[in-house]
């Protein structure tokens, strides 16, 4: 493959996709079945390894399609086993990923656009304007790239990495379809979340959506004057709309959502706070992850301490509101929650 040539990313594809395609340019659809299980199962990493393929299939991928990895510019271990990858992208661009060990498997939180447009007040992402969203296939690549890199299989996926994933719909939903292919990484729908600031639109609509992946919600505050000052999307979608639509996503789904709520010192924390947030959730199936703060050195926001933070997560608790605590990974690696930013060379 010569740079500049028009390349079809085989990594886009979901496993039907990928069988009209060969079918329109003269090959079977069952070979797609075949290149899956090549890419996916046995992580063939060039098309010469395909052995079952024909020659005919096999010279036309070779110079029609690719399987490229991202290209790893960094890969930075923490002292808990967290890492960190900043994945150059072909046109110029970098992106940060994450992957973390966790008791029940491994974890990669993967970026969803260069850049973000939100611009929540706390959050390192939002630093740098979005500059693209990232293709379905440039989300595949992060979790082959870190599966590769780690020697390990990505068993949970977070879409909350760099970017607004319902700022970038059809191609997280095409990412999640094609991670969830039986025949190929077979990551299951339980187990991979979005986390969005709340576009109430695209939260109506992924409760739409076939394979019924989880939501997560930045909420972070419990009032819509406090809300707007930290996440300006709280203007055009405020908190009770969002209420409403997980109302309606409950609905449709029957599945819990998760609201995510940072804990901001002398902002946000205050037993008061904790009642006004219960009595705006109550009686939603949700449950509410408690997110201690990460600084980040361009806001002035300090973490919520410990004890604060327990006696927060103590009062939700008496007022019956499903509560955990999130455990802080890759503190020191600048990995964790909102630390993930686009590179000054980027
Ligand atoms: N745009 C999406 C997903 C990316 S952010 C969203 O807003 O949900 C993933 C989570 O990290 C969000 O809950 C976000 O608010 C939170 N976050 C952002 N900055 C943070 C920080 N400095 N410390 C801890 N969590 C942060």
Same mark, same amino acid.
């Given at each position: 493959?010569?740079?500049? %040539?028009? @390349?079809? %990313?085989?990594?886009?594809?979901?496993?039907?996709?990928?069988?009209?395609?060969?079918? $329109?340019?003269?090959?079977?659809?069952?070979?797609?079945?075949?290149? &899956?299980?090549?890419?996916?199962?046995?992580?063939?990493?060039?098309?010469?390894?395909?052995?079952?393929?024909? /020659?005919?299939?096999?010279? &036309?991928?070779?110079?029609?399609? #690719?399987?490229?990895?991202?290209?790893?510019?960094?890969?930075?271990?923490? #002292?808990?086993?967290?890492?960190?990858?900043?994945?150059?992208?072909?046109?110029?661009?970098?992106?940060?990923? =994450?992957?973390?060990?966790?008791?029940?498997?491994?974890?990669?939180?993967? *970026? #969803?656009?260069?850049?973000?447009?939100?611009?929540?007040?706390?959050?390192? *992402?939002?630093?740098?304007?979005?500059?693209?969203?990232?293709?379905?296939?440039?989300?595949?690549?992060?979790?082959?790239?870190?599966?590769?890199?780690?020697?390990? /299989?990505?068993?949970? @996926?977070?879409?909350?990495?760099?970017?607004?994933?319902?700022?970038?719909?059809?191609?997280?939903?095409?990412?999640?379809?094609?991670?969830?292919?039986?025949?190929?990484?077979?990551?299951?729908?339980?187990?991979?979340? @979005? $986390?969005?600031?709340?576009?109430?639109?695209?939260?109506?609509?992924?409760?739409?959506?076939?394979?019924? *992946?989880?939501?997560?919600?930045?909420?972070?505050?419990?009032?819509?004057?406090?809300?707007?000052?930290?996440?300006?999307?709280? /203007?055009?979608?405020?908190?009770?709309? +969002? +209420?409403?639509?997980?109302? =309606?996503? &409950?609905?449709?789904? #029957?599945?819990?959502?998760?609201?995510?709520?940072?804990?901001?010192?002398?902002?946000?924390?205050?037993?008061?706070?904790?009642?006004?947030?219960?009595?705006?959730?109550?009686?939603?199936?949700?449950? @509410?992850?408690? +997110?201690?703060?990460?600084?980040?050195?361009?806001?002035?926001?300090?973490?919520?301490?410990?004890?604060?933070?327990?006696? &927060?997560?103590?009062?939700?608790?008496?007022?019956?509101?499903?509560?955990?605590?999130?455990?802080?990974?890759?503190?020191?690696?600048?990995?964790?929650?909102?630390?993930?930013?686009?590179?000054?060379?980027?």
């Amino acid at each position: 493959m010569k740079l500049g %040539d028009t @390349v079809t %990313d085989l990594l886009g594809f979901t496993l039907a996709e990928m069988g009209d395609y060969f079918l $329109s340019q003269g090959f079977k659809k069952f070979n797609a079945a075949q290149v &899956f299980d090549w890419i996916y199962v046995k992580k063939a990493r060039s098309f010469d390894q395909m052995t079952n393929l024909s /020659k005919d299939l096999r010279q &036309f991928l070779e110079n029609n399609g #690719s399987i490229d990895r991202l290209d790893i510019k960094q890969h930075q271990i923490s #002292s808990d086993g967290t890492r960190k990858f900043l994945f150059g992208l072909p046109d110029g661009v970098s992106i940060e990923t =994450v992957l973390m060990i966790q008791d029940y498997g491994m974890s990669l939180c993967v *970026s #969803s656009q260069v850049g973000c447009n939100m611009g929540c007040s706390f959050c390192a *992402s939002g630093l740098k304007k979005k500059q693209r969203d990232l293709t379905p296939g440039e989300l595949v690549a992060q979790v082959l790239t870190a599966e590769d890199a780690a020697l390990t /299989k990505v068993t949970h @996926v977070v879409v909350m990495g760099t970017g607004e994933p319902f700022d970038n719909y059809d191609n997280v939903i095409r990412f999640i379809r094609i991670i969830n292919e039986a025949k190929g990484l077979a990551i299951g729908q339980r187990h991979i979340t @979005v $986390s969005t600031c709340g576009i109430v639109p695209r939260i109506l609509q992924y409760a739409e959506e076939p394979i019924r *992946s989880n939501l997560a919600i930045s909420l972070h505050a419990p009032n819509d004057e406090l809300r707007t000052r930290l996440m300006k999307i709280n /203007k055009r979608y405020p908190l009770a709309e +969002i +209420i409403d639509a997980c109302r =309606v996503y &409950f609905e449709k789904t #029957s599945r819990r959502v998760t609201f995510e709520y940072l804990l901001l010192e002398g902002v946000n924390d205050t037993l008061a706070h904790a009642d006004e947030l219960s009595d705006l959730i109550r009686g939603l199936n949700a449950y @509410v992850n408690l +997110i201690p703060y990460n600084r980040v050195r361009e806001f002035a926001y300090e973490r919520t301490d410990m004890t604060r933070a327990m006696a &927060f997560f103590d009062r939700l608790m008496k007022r019956g509101i499903a509560a955990t605590l999130r455990k802080e990974q890759g503190g020191d690696i600048d990995a964790a929650c909102g630390q993930l930013r686009l590179k000054a060379d980027s």
